[in-house]
């Protein structure tokens, strides 16, 4: 019989003990794995929450304990080996599908999130400039900061940082070295080359006489455009002086980009 | 008195030590066995330092990874030294105050305080169905006054008697003297009799009668 003292509260106290959480290790520990990539095997750690980290095994000389490390540094969490991929992660790494992929971008500054959310909007064996990922992501001047974002991008090859480029029409660097930047733009089918010896003539945007509109030279529309209609640029506001307007598509845009 | 994660004390040392060895023999998969040897203590504590079950499972995710990021600067010597227990209890206190202190900045949270008594144990063969419902509606109320304590002394209670520290723990993790803490154990306990009389609700200490 319970009664009004204070052995009931207590022993009442102690039937508040809870078992244990059965989600609290996954909240506390990422997973990690090796698994094929583009660039070949990859090491990647992800939480509940989606992919959280990805480097190709050469950058960390196949050592998953440098990689492990290198994760532990950045996002302070224990690591344990995963029973299994999470879903899209393994087509994303090799370059078919990013559809149902889950990305864990927490602890990234708005800016970082906004700079490879931009990233991540460029199609496959396109480019878009630093700038132009600076003004999709709301900070139009911050051009050398989306180069620092993006040199340390989280998750490269799922957020696909190779696809950005310099204004000049050079590739730039890449996390992995330029010559894989080249390597997974050339695999996407990109005009790499006819891109390359544009840019040597000054060009870096192309219009058509027919559709009046500028475009990337990296955008399906710039591609198709036959000799004869095709006008180089070498910047858009000289294309707009013309009477041609941006592609809706591949968003140039009068400055910066 | 039952208290989950206390046994024998004798075997609970030696395991601990066994757990300090792990996590400076390799401070990951250590740590996987410290989370599951004090999983269930720290989430205890946190479902009655926080407002909300959900609130409960983040605070003590949060403890456990701050005592992680704490232990990748410490040396093998350092690990060796620590009482485990009562450091990740004060890890938790501190990250529930600033838990608090950051929701008081914030709009106010929805209001309806709603313990988790879901969480608190299912029903046993020994107890009747009445006296069940019994016992869960007062771990309710409890649950609901528990929070009305000052900070101090609801820590101090829930550490002693829902999960069964010894008073000693308890003072560790208040940073004070043991007799500070048994005093704020007992002047808790009395506090939360009082409230349990003024509120009473379908009797229990207030004379409730059963069909």
Known sequence: MMGNDLDSITGALADLTAPAAPGLAERIFGSWLAAPSRLGAAFVAFTGAGVQFVRSAESVRGDAAAFADAYRDRFGRPLRPADRAPAGLLGALRGTSAASLQLDLRGLSDFERDVLTATSRIPAGQTRPYGWVAREAGRPRAVRAVGTVLARNPVPLLVPCHRVVRADGLLGDYMFGSAHKEQLLRAEQGNVDEVAALARQGVHFVGSDTTGVVCFPTCPHARRITLAHRHGFRTVGAAIASGYRPCRHCLPAPTGG | ?211
């Open chain 2, 1 to 211: 008195m039952r208290a989950c994660g206390v046994g024998d004390t004798g075997d609970r040392e030696h395991q601990g030590e066994q757990l300090l060895l792990a996590l400076v023999a390799d401070l990951d998969s250590g740590f996987a066995e410290l989370v599951r040897a004090h999983e269930r203590v720290v989430y205890s504590v946190a479902l009655r330092l926080s407002s909300r079950p959900a609130d409960a499972e983040d605070l003590a995710a949060e403890a456990f990874l701050r005592a992680y990021r704490a232990l990748r600067g410490y040396d093998a010597e350092r690990i060796a030294s620590l009482r485990l227990r009562p450091w990740l209890l004060t890890i938790l206190r501190n990250a529930a105050r600033n838990a608090a202190r950051d929701a008081a900045r914030r709009p106010a949270p929805p209001p309806g305080f709603e313990p988790a008594e879901q969480l608190t144990r299912g029903p046993s063969v020994e107890h009747s169905v009445e006296e069940q419902v019994e016992q869960d509606d007062l771990g309710r109320r409890l649950g609901a006054v528990l929070a009305q304590l000052p900070e101090a002394q609801r820590v101090a209670v829930v550490l002693r008697h829902v999960v069964g520290l010894p008073t000693s723990e308890v003072a560790e993790v208040l940073g004070c003297p043991d007799g500070t803490a048994k005093s704020h154990i007992s002047r808790g306990l009395h506090r939360l009799r009082a409230l349990l009389t003024e509120q009473p609700s379908d009797g229990l200490l207030a004379g409730r009668t059963v069909k």
